[in-house]
Every structure is written in structure tokens, then in C-alpha cells.
């Protein structure tokens, strides 16, 4: 009986696990929503990133999944299980987002609105939005930076070539020396333009205080002037009387010339009287005509302003060195700041890249070769060209935005500081026509400044897009690299004792 008892059992245990296994295919076959639901489809223009179980959900609750995914001419015929009870209207809407930067994508479900008809099984969501994501956002910066990739195309085959290199060499020495040359002017002159403004202003203010008020009193001190000079020409008539005929011809002659040189300058001095009394000439006006007076106080204020603003310009120069572990060499960028406000400056860098420049050629064969068309299209890379940059910043609080031309493209950037600004998070966008790539160029980085003049620079470059390699001598071409590197800053504190010392140096 024992024996017989044994096998029973574990017949039974065999019969019961082949249950459940059909069981739990079953179920994972038919899903877990049950036999209340209806099957609908929709037309995609790309379904990357879905596949069957795809969720299907409604303010972040799964309704449904994706049974079948299937090519209709050029579009991708995407078909839906959903539950009946979400009351799936005519109007729905149907959208394609990221679940995470990882590429997986989800379908978010908006039913539509109460006074549609309700959706018959078999029916077509006709209102699709595919295109999200970072997708959706790399078209947009593509759109918003056309314009400038339009600039730096111009002046790409404006500065390229060695020409070009040494153009912005000079142009960038020359900068440097202005900057410099205007700073020590600045400094040099700003105490004596102070003192001569204060000097205006005390005078200007005197001759109104002087004025207003005392309108008679001015006329009176015109009046007793007059009468002066009218007593002094007739002391001058009784000394030529006194003298008389019998005075030497040489005593004659001094004291007329110096009586007719006191006459000269009394009648002057009465004509200047009399212009300031009237308003005539400019410092008539100045004292006689109040708004005039107010307009010029202004404006020794607006040149005194610009005076300090030019005195308060500040620059910032900076060499770092990137180490790229894919291409195996050194990246060098060298940068000028120029800071017009604590929150808004310029930056201006060259850079020498191992990636190299990319050039785009275009040569028309007339007449055309058998076998090759008459326009061809070569890419040219040179090595030993610059690539240069053209921002401008403007900080909000905790986070500095820039926009305008990096390493030759146009591109926008945001630096975000943390840590009393040691430390800084910093992430470009740029180099969106590039036919190699299929992803706008991202790159990403840590600075951490350990000392006042030095920091520590890490991160990642073209996040992604995959390498691509050189044909000819396996060079890294373009693609995400790592790096790692330090750089030096100097303050125009620092310029002040270098530049003077560069001119010097290169002319020996």
C-alpha cells in the first residue's frame, strides 16, 4: 500500500505544479487586467523606444499595454489593450514621453472630454503627440540656434586656415594691451578727473548760489563798477594835468601806455560785466539760466559716472588642459573675462582641440568622370586648427546662463555654483549640424577650486553620441570622451605686472 500511496503523491505534486504553470501562462498571456477591456490602435511617425507591454496609463495609473506594434506604409501602427471602465473617449489623446533618461518610453492616456461618443472597440486615436522627450528638445535649441549657426559658418570661412589663426592672435594680443593701456590711463587719471569735476561743481555751485536771490545785488555791484572806472579814468585826466607839459617824454610815454593798458582792462572787465548781467556768452547763460545750470551739473555727474564704470572694469585670464583618456591627448583652451558687472560679463577663448576642425568641400567636376557624379561632397579635418568661443553670461542668484558661439558653433550654456562658488556644475549645448553625429554635442563638467588661482576640472564630453574613429591612423574623431584636467586663472591684478613684461620679451 506504501508503495502505491508514494507515487500517487508525487503524480498529484507533477499534476498540480502543470496546473499552475498553465495557469500563470495563461494569465501572463492574457495580462492582468482581465477580459473587461477593448482594443484600439494608433498611427505613430516614430515608435522608438516602445515594445509590447508597454504601459499605457492615465494621471500615472497603468490602464493598458501595448499588444502589437506593426509597419503601415511609412508609420508604425501601434495597437492598445485598455481597460472598458476608463470610459475612453472619441476626442482621446494620446502622448509619448521618456519614462527616464535612459531611452525607455511609456504612452500617457488622456481620455477625452464627457461630451465625446465613447470609443467602439476597434476604433483609432487620431490625436498623437510622439515627439518628446529630449528629442523634442534638441529640435527645439536645433530651431532656436539656426541663426547663429548661420554666424559662425560665416565667420568659420572668414578666420579658418593659418591666416585666420594668426588674425585672432593679433587680435587677442591687441585686446590685451588695450585693456591694459586703458586700465593704467584709467588709473593714472581717474584722481585728477575727480579733482577737476569736484573743481567744476564747486564753481558752478558757487556762481548759482551767488545769483539766486541776489538779482539786485548784482546790478548794484555792476553799477558801482561802472562808476569805478569812471572815477579812474578821471584820476588818469588829473595826472596827465598834475604833470604837465614839462614831464620827460619817456615818463610820458610809460605812464600813457600803462594808463592806456588800465583803460584796456577796466573796459574789458565792464564788458564782462555786462555780459554776465544780460546772459550772454556761455557763462552768462550758465549763471543766468537756471535749467542750463541744472543740465550742466548733470553732465559732470553722467562723465564722472562713466569715469567710474571705466575704472571698475575688470579682466580674467585663464589657461586649462584637458586630458581626453579616448583620443589620448591634450586639449588646451585659453580664455579672456571680461566682467562689466559682478553678474554679467564676456568670455573669449581659443581653442586647440586634438579632435581637430571640420570642413565641409564641395568640388564640381566639368566635365564629369565615367563613373563619379559631377559634384562630390569631402570633409576635411585639419589638426593644427583653433576653434574659438564668443559668449555672453548674465547671473541669476545660484545659476549663470551664456549663449553664443562655442568652439566655433553656435551654442548655449549653464554653470550652476554651489559651495560659496568653488564649486561649480557646468553643461554646454552646441555643435547641432553635425552630419556625424546623431546627437547635438553635451558636455558636462565638475570645477572645484582648491586655491584662489587654481582649480580641478572632470567630466564628460558628447554624452551621446558613440565614438567615431579616423579611417586613416584611428584618430578620435568625434563622440563621448572622458577627461580630466586643472587650469589657472590670473586677475587683472596679475596682467598689470605680465603684460608690460610680453612686448619686451617678443621684441628681443
Known sequence: MKSFVTPFRVGMLVLAAVGFLLAFLIFVRRGTMGVDTITVYAMFRDASGLGTRSRVQVAGIPVGEIREITLVGTRARVQLRLRKDIGLRT?????????????????????GSPEAPFMPD???????????????????????????????????????????????????????????????????????????????????????????????????????????????????????????????????????????????????????????????????????????????????????????????????????????????????????????????????????????????????????????PALQKRTVTSINSLKFSAQFAKRFYWATFRFGIIESTGGVGVDLHFWRDQLALKTDFFDFANQRLRWPRVRTSLQFTFLQHLYLNAGVDDIFNRPVYSQLDNRVLAGRDFFLGAGIVFTDDDLKALVPVVPAGVGR
Not at 288 to 295: P, T
Open 122 to 372: 476597434g476604433g483609432e486615436i487620431t490625436h498623437v503627440i510622439d515627439q518628446q522627450g529630449l528629442q523634442a528638445l534638441f529640435d527645439t535649441l536645433g530651431k532656436i540656434t539656426t541663426d547663429i549657426q548661420s554666424v559662425t559658418t560665416s565667420l568659420r570661412e572668414s578666420l579658418g586656415g593659418d591666416a585666420g589663426t594668426e588674425s585672432l592672435k593679433t587680435i587677442v594680443r591687441n585686446l590685451t594691451e588695450l585693456s591694459q593701456s586703458v586700465n593704467d590711463t584709467a588709473q593714472r587719471s581717474s584722481q585728477n578727473i575727480e579733482a577737476i569735476l569736484e573743481n567744476v561743481r564747486d564753481v558752478t555751485a558757487s556762481m548759482r548760489s551767488a545769483t539766486e536771490g541776489e538779482a539786485s545785488s548784482v546790478r548794484e555791484i555792476i553799477e558801482n563798477v561802472r562808476v569805478l572806472t569812471g572815477d579812474v579814468r578821471r584820476i588818469v585826466a588829473d595826472v596827465r594835468t598834475t604833470m604837465g607839459p614839462d614831464a620827460g617824454a619817456e615818463q610820458l610815454a610809460s605812464i600813457g601806455s600803462s594808463i592806456q593798458k588800465l583803460d584796456a582792462t577796466l573796459g574789458n572787465l565792464q564788458a564782462v560785466t555786462e555780459n554776465l548781467r544780460e546772459g550772454r556768452g556761455a557763462v552768462g547763460q550758465i549763471v543766468s539760466d537756471e535749467k542750463l545750470g541744472r543740465q550742466v551739473g548733470e553732465t559732470i555727474e553722467d562723465v564722472s559716472n562713466y569715469a567710474q564704470r571705466l575704472v571698475g572694469l575688470k579682466l580674467e585670464a585663464s589657461i586649462r588642459s584637458d586630458y581626453l583618456f579616448n583620443a589620448g591627448a591634450a586639449k588646451i583652451e585659453a580664455s579672456l573675462r571680461i566682467i562689466a558687472r559682478p553678474d554679467k560679463y564676456y568670455i573669449i577663448s581659443l581653442i586647440s582641440d586634438p579632435r581637430g576642425v571640420e570642413t565641409t568641400e564641395y568640388i564640381q567636376t566639368n566635365p564629369p568622370s565615367r563613373d563619379d
Open 91 to 111: 476626442d482621446a489623446t494620446l502622448i509619448k514621453r521618456t519614462e527616464s533618461f535612459l531611452g525607455d518610453y511609456l504612452l500617457d492616456l488622456q481620455v
